[in-house]
């Protein structure tokens, strides 16, 4: 099974770098940001991960817990309870929730009357690892008309206690010391997980060596 998985795994990235070739430059980052793939390490590159993954899944649960509101119900945001019953990671209190330093989530809901506009944050803070940080999730939201826009964020703080700020506004939060987590890109994620020397192939012989790869793959079904 792991085997099988693994070679899954591989597949996809092949097919990725094949159809959208290699990427051999990195964006550069601003002060307030901080890249997922070498600026994190250890139990926060964990929860990032886990984060990322699940980040548009939120979106998901919302639409469940609203969907047979009665007239007059306000709308919410998931809370940490429907997390838990979801069993989504980080928030779910699991071993791996334990094992990545059981951090305490909150959640902050400035238009908790159900307007559809402004940003709702979940915070994970004290965690119990030796150099920890806290995250923050951002959903900002606007409900225009028949349209409803949600952008996603998580933030990263280096202090392992913060407090909830109070707007999810971009600059009052780089004041307070947050920095904006820059996901990884096609060719850092190959690098990631399969080695340096993964991500360094002449880009001109990167169609061919998929090929290859996923031959030799699929071959041996």
Do not use: C
Not at 32 to 46: C, H, I, K, M, R
């Amino acid at each position: 099974m792991l085997a099988a998985a693994t070679l899954a795994v591989i597949a996809t990235l092949a097919l990725y770098v094949r159809i959208n070739g290699r990427e051999d430059t990195t964006a550069p980052l601003y002060d307030w940001q901080v890249s997922a793939f070498d600026g994190l390490a250890g139990a926060d590159q964990a929860i990032y991960n886990s984060l990322y993954t699940v980040k548009d899944e939120i979106p998901i649960i919302y639409d469940d817990i609203n969907r047979f509101n009665e007239p007059g119900v306000k709308f919410r945001w998931p809370n940490l309870q429907d997390f838990e019953d979801w069993l989504l990671p980080p928030f779910h209190r699991d071993t791996s929730w334990e094992q990545n330093g059981s951090l305490q989530w909150s959640l902050f809901e400035p238009l908790a009357e159900g307007e559809m506009q402004g940003s709702t944050m979940y915070l994970g803070t004290d965690g119990k690892l030796p150099g920890q940080g806290s995250f923050l999730l951002i959903i900002g939201h606007v409900h225009a008309g028949f349209t409803n826009n949600n952008s996603i964020v998580i933030w990263w703080n280096e202090k392992n206690h913060v407090a909830m700020p109070e707007s999810g506004f971009r600059d009052q939060l780089i004041l307070q010391g947050w920095r904006e987590v820059v996901p990884y890109s096609g060719d850092l994620e190959v690098k990631r997980l399969f080695g340096d020397d993964a991500a360094e192939q002449p880009a001109d012989d990167g169609a061919e060596d998929v090929d290859g790869l996923l031959e030799g793959i699929f071959g041996e079904q």
